[in-house]
């Protein structure tokens, strides 16, 4: 089946520095990639649709700058968060359908838990 | 807006009961509707789809249907086991596959 990695799982980080989350999709080809984040007891918010080769599109409300989005290549989609702070602690996960048909299910990564002390 | 409401509580029942899940959306008529599982500190895996033809769907225990009149999915659990114990999402989608997702329900599934 398909498989998407997340790494790394867990992080900890110093306010102020940046931190880099790679989402790959491992035996498939994914010209999008989701980013979501997730606080505890709450569902999925969708951050930004990345998209290979182009721009990623960032939902209302993300700040395109300090959620940075890089989708390089048809495998490998990075979120960076710029100049961390303690707010942006939370469980980061990105997602990936390996059809093109419109009700493909998302295959997830399993998530990145970032600590901005 | 769209909004999605699954069932607030969370959910505990006994070993070999049936667990009933619920997924309610307004302002949306999606073409179907999705099911994931998740465990703590994990990413969700997709369980089942269901489309708006579709009344019912089936996979082993699981158990899926789909009123578009009443806006409500219903997913169930039969003979549930202490490992089915996790939070299960419904998702319903949005434009070029990105999904809108639920609240989530946390089952327990007491030995």
Redesign the interface.
Known sequence: GAV?S?HPSRVICKSGTSVKIECRSLDFQAT?M?WYRQFP????M?MA?SNEGSKATYEQGVEKDKFLINHASLTLSTLTVTSAHPEDSS?Y?C?A?QGSS??????????T?LTVT | SQKIEQNSEALNIQEGKTATLTCNYTNYSP??L?W?RQDP??????LL?I?ENEKEKRKERLKVTFDTTLKQSLFHITASQPADSATY?C?L?NT????Y????T?LTVIP
């Open positions: 998407v997340q999008t989701f007891k709450q569902s999925l969708l649709t469980f996960i997602s359908s419109y009700n493909s299910p998302l295959h997830f990564g399993n998530g838990r | 073409a179907y999705q994931y500190g994990r990413g969700p895996v997709f789809l489309r999402l998702a989608p070029g596959n990105q999904f997702f639920g609240t989530g946390s």
